[in-house]
């Protein structure tokens, strides 16, 4: 076979579907296996939404839509956006996406090329450095420890800008760490970055709005950093929504105009009856979603009382996302029958092999000092994961 491009030799395939995997092969062989590694929530999206893609699929949704979107829909998310965090963008400034995956590639590659760095706040979602190769770009990873919230600070910006920094990627709340940055932080990042014109932010916040605090603040929202942000947002968390692959990218009017010239000779629209499924849960009022987020915040609390009484694990409660991101710094050098736990790979597949349950290692998103496990799943099925942890921690030497 011919050798393939540089760029797909270089990009690394999901390591948290590679764990997923590993549990789903388990599966297959009879193991009973509590698969809590992947971020899908395991909600139904709202009836409404299903009816509204169900008429539409039978009505003859069958053809492209505009590159940018439904015109309907690009409203709606313009007007949402406005009214949930003051993103004055407008519908000229917002162009639908196939899921915010979607809209994160069209931004990086209208943002960042050969010869830039990509600088990446971690623990982070690594499609983020993924994509940032795949467009010829460099990631520069920073790491940013659980005593900064996981945060970036003025400091650690300051330090690792260089002549070649064009984009800087904040995700709030974050995976996996559920950190969710504050207005004064963000101003902070935005005093450092006055000096520095040339660079953009791209802010990914997919997650918005399953969060346990009281704002999660855009850097769109700040003046100094609305001229150069791009925010991606999407229906995929907040609407249980991830296999419709809707999400939003919106920004200054140039940048959506150069994603949308980009997304027009790649991807060319996202599917029609999905976007049509999403004007409807557009207009679905909040309440609607009320239970779904209420349920988060049970097995928030679930899920960090259980981990705090295991033994060994470092809990800090989310602010934000649906991710536990315990620290085992107290299990190294615990002793499993296959020998001494070393690193989060280790301990991730021995509470696999010996508990039947599948967390990703925090080395997937640059800390392989922690585990994620992810709670959109059933507070039974939380309940009987947290018992088996703890027994297989127990049982540790
Ligand atoms: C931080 C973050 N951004 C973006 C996405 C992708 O969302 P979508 O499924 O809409 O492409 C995910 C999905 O796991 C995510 O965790």
Known sequence: MPMLSERARAVEPSRTIAMNQRARELKAAGRD?????????????????????AAAALA?????????????????????CLADGALGYGPGGLMVA?????ALSAAFMALAGPGDEVLIPTP?????????????????????PPESGYKLDPAALRGALTGRTRLI???????????????????????????????????????????????????????????????????????AMTGWRIGFLAGPQDFIDAAIAIQGQTLTCAARVSQLAAIEALKLPPAELKPMLEAYEDRRALVCAGLAAARGLGVTPPEGAFYAFPRIEGLVGATAPRGT??????LALYLLEEGGVALVPGSAFGDDGALRLSFAASEACLAEALDRIAASLAKLG
């Open 169 to 239: 990627v904040l995700g709030s709340p974050a995976n996996p760490t559920g950190a969710v940055y504050s207005r004064t932080e963000l101003e902070a990042l935005a005093a450092v970055l006055e000096a520095r014109p040339d660079i953009w932010i791209l802010s990914d916040e997919v997650y918005r709005s399953i969060r346990y605090v009281a704002e999660a603040p855009s850097p769109a929202e700040l003046p100094a950093l609305r001229a150069r942000t791009a925010v991606v947002r999407g229906l995929s968390k907040s609407h």
């Open 60 to 80: 003859g949704a069958d053809r492209y839509t505009p590159v940018a979107g439904l015109p309907e829909l690009r409203e709606l998310a313009a007007a949402a």
């Open 124 to 144: 982070a979602w690594l499609s983020y450095a993924e994509q940032a190769k795949l467009v010829g770009a460099e990631p520069r990873l920073v790491y940013c």
């Open 341 to 346: 736990i070393r690193s989060s790979d280790e």
């Open 33 to 53: 296996v509590i698969d809590l590694t992947v971020g899908e929530p395991d909600f139904r999206p709202p009836r409404r939404v299903l009816e509204a893609a």
């Open 98 to 102: 196939p899921g915010a995956k979607g």
